[in-house]
């Protein structure tokens, strides 16, 4: 089974995006059986979006990039922008891919070689429509169970989620309640939000002194292949210290 891994990102992140990029050829060299879409904010400068491009096509065999015009943030207010990337990156992939697809944000870490063939397994074998991490929680405002967004999603999944997209809060929080009776849990990707000022981070050793965001290797379980969110490039600073380079 193929999987189309979508990658969006925008000016403020598009450094991470290439790291991605680049992590993922040092653990899998070229993936000729996948392909990749770019969705590259509109207002990320032409030779960063093609810069990205290349790297994608050192990486992937087929590669495509999309330039959906999105609303800019106001006062932090990060989930319009993004809603609007998802929302039209869904519907570009269900008018013309027939490839199920995994939302993978630039600061998502595939963890081992392989990972990509085998979320495409488990979903393969999946009974439900969605298959991602499970997250409950008491935090007020955000849904008591959801599924982040960096998961696998059906090909038709675009007209469904269309109006989860208007940006009134984050659009994985405001299709909760379609999403998780149509998902199914996986042990494959394991999430840690953390808080907005408070993000994931990684070290070999966590000291006494450390805060409940430091965390190490041993804090993945190891079923996972797919790490979200680590932002800072720690984790796979990490990781790259024991990975055999496919290259």
Known sequence: MNLLTVIPYCAKDSKEAARLLEWIFDLDGQITNHALLLVADDAVPLEEKKRLHE???????????????????????YQVPAAAMFGRAAAHIDACYKFNWVWLEPDAVPLCSGWLDRLAAAYEACPKRFMGAVVKTTQPGVPQVHMPATMVYPNCAGPDLQKYCDGKMAFDMAF?????????????????FGSPSDVPTFKETKLPSDGPNVGTLENITKEAVLFHRNKDGTLIKLLGKMATPAK
Not at 65 to 74: L, Y
């Open 176 to 192: 909760a309640d379609y999403v998780v009776p149509r998902g199914q849990e996986t042990p494959l990707i394991f999430h840690r």
């Open 55 to 77: 790297l994608g096509r050192t990486v992937f065999g087929s590669v495509e990039t999309i330039m959906p015009k999105c609303p800019a943030s106001v006062n932090g207010a």
